[in-house]
């Protein structure tokens, strides 16, 4: 219990000195710190103040059975490609704001547009789970740091939606079919990850201070759920914007990203129990990350308080193994990219 007090009372001491700084309308009257060589990056919010996100996640595939040989003996090459994209628009509504700790917030999913290639992947006909999402609504509380308090809501909705990756017909046991959930969770769970990873936030930081997080790795294998890659952020500069939806000043965060040893094991799982997944990427075993890497960029309006978009694009490469008795190791390299926009 003495433990649990003393949390809270951190918690109280740093989001109140935050609050000082970002204003206690949820705009930020002024945010650097004495000195003028360090700048508090804080996510605000005001009651009745909606924002309209695009994201869309979008990914090439070469599954390469014969590495190393650019064609077969036919002639023909010996790797297969497909690709797989979803565009999604998310409405997010604070419902309750405190500006002295946790604002809940309501995500409602206006709308998801999906496309996937026949290929590897499975039937390019199958309806995707996540096309099960637009009117779906989850509430999470977040500080002004832009950690993610509560996280309860949308991992229901994780399982929920997961439930619909499954074939109606179980007579061949659980066949799970190719879905873009991982993406969904790469957009949601990291929101504000560049900002709530910051290790001092109420020490604000200066151009070109490096800090680093791990973000997910979406992909069409279900084991990827449990990998990670490690992302640098660095403050690259802080600019006036250039106008449109934006004003004030934003700070322009630059990310590269490199495999990271483990995942955090509080990640969420959206199946549980044993199943087979359709397609090629069932048949193969034996997933190992043999390298990845990539960079972003993230524009954050520091007086607003808020993300105006980023993007990320990295190629990850897999090393697999074929079922026993079949001697092979295919590799696998996605090119992936990620965006988010902010429409209003």
Known sequence: MEGIKMRTIL?????????IFAGCNGVSQQKNLPGGSKTLLTVDFQEGQTLQYKFVSSRDIDLDWEPGASASKSGKHTSDRTSESMEM??????????????TTIKATCNSVKMVRSKGASGRGSTKDAVESLPGKTFTFTVGPTGKIEDYSQ??????????HAFRADTNRGRIKEPDMISDFIATQ???????ASIQNPTEGLAVKQSWKSKLSIPAPMPVMLRKAREVTYTLDEVRPAKGGLSQ????????SYSPAESAPQNWPLPY??????AGTFGFLRGYKVMDLQGRGEELFNIDA???????????????????IGISASPRVTIKQNLTMELLK
Do not use: C, H
Request: glycine share 6%; hydrophobic share 45%; proline share 4%.
């Open 154 to 163: 949308l991992e229901k909705l994780l399982q929920e939606i997961g439930n």
């Open 272 to 277: 549980s129990g044993s199943f087979q997944m």
């Open 89 to 102: 628009v998310m409405v997010y509504t604070p419902i309750k704001v405190n500006p002295y700790g946790l």
């Open 11 to 19: 918690i109280l001491v740093a989001t109140m000195v935050l609050t």
């Open 248 to 255: 004030g000043r934003l700070a322009v965060i630059k990310s």
């Open 305 to 323: 308080g808020r993300i105006e978009r980023y993007s990320q694009q990295y190629q990850v490469q897999l090393e697999t193994s074929l079922p």
């Open 189 to 195: 769970w990291f929101l504000w990850d560049s900002i």
